[in-house]
């Protein structure tokens, strides 16, 4: 599964970058990586559940369809 592009604009910052590497257990590279290819890694469980707090939307205009 794949981000969408508004998901993808709303946690390509600092914080939210720094909340994912927590979860994920990686670099702020390897996150800004993932945020730049849509990697299937941003919808892991634990990064969805920061992601969900973070930009406030349903998972229906989180992931494409």
């Known amino acids: ?18 909340r994912l590497m927590d979860v994920l ?4 590279f390897t996150i800004s990586r993932y945020i730049q ?6 919808t892991k469980a634990a990064a969805m559940q920061v992601i969900r707090e973070v930009t406030g939307l349903p998972d229906s205009e989180i992931l494409e369809g």
Not at 3 to 16: D, E
Not at 37 to 42: E, F, Q, V
């Open 37 to 42: 290819k849509n990697s299937d890694n941003l």
């Open 1 to 18: 599964m794949k981000l969408t592009q508004k998901a993808l604009r709303v946690i390509n910052n600092p914080t939210t970058r720094r």
């Open 25 to 28: 257990g990686c670099t702020e």
